[in-house]
């Protein structure tokens, strides 16, 4: 079975930076699309970044040009390095494997204050 560990999470002031970091086991890491969805106060769930074997990435408009999504494959890890954090962006952060009908993560807090 496929599981997900989700870690960085953290209550951060605005302007400031977070990694955070997904481990997934029980799939080849290489061959799946993995990503990064949030969460905030009454709203949907949307994508923040994602990525496929190749290395090619994706952003939501938010996040453009602040947030960076990278993958270890020896590690079988995806991280999420985020900086300029805005109040906006607080929300929880669920790692994904496999798209929206795949595997999700627990999901790990975010808060940004200003």
Aim: net charge neutral; glycine share 16%; charged share 15%.
């Amino acid at each position: 079975q496929v599981q997900l560990v989700e870690s960085g999470g953290d209550l951060v002031p605005a302007g400031g930076s977070l990694r955070l970091s997904c481990r997934a086991s029980g799939i080849m890491f290489s061959l799946n699309y993995m990503g990064w969805y949030r969460q905030g106060p009454g709203k949907e769930r949307e994508l923040v970044a994602g990525i496929v074997s190749g290395g090619t990435t994706t952003y939501g408009d938010a996040v453009k040009g602040r947030f960076t999504v990278s993958a270890d494959t020896a590690k079988n890890t995806v991280y999420l390095q985020m900086n300029s954090l805005k109040p906006e962006d607080t929300a929880v952060y669920y790692c994904n494997v496999g798209g929206p009908s795949g595997t999700w993560g627990q999901g790990t807090q975010v808060i940004v204050s200003s």
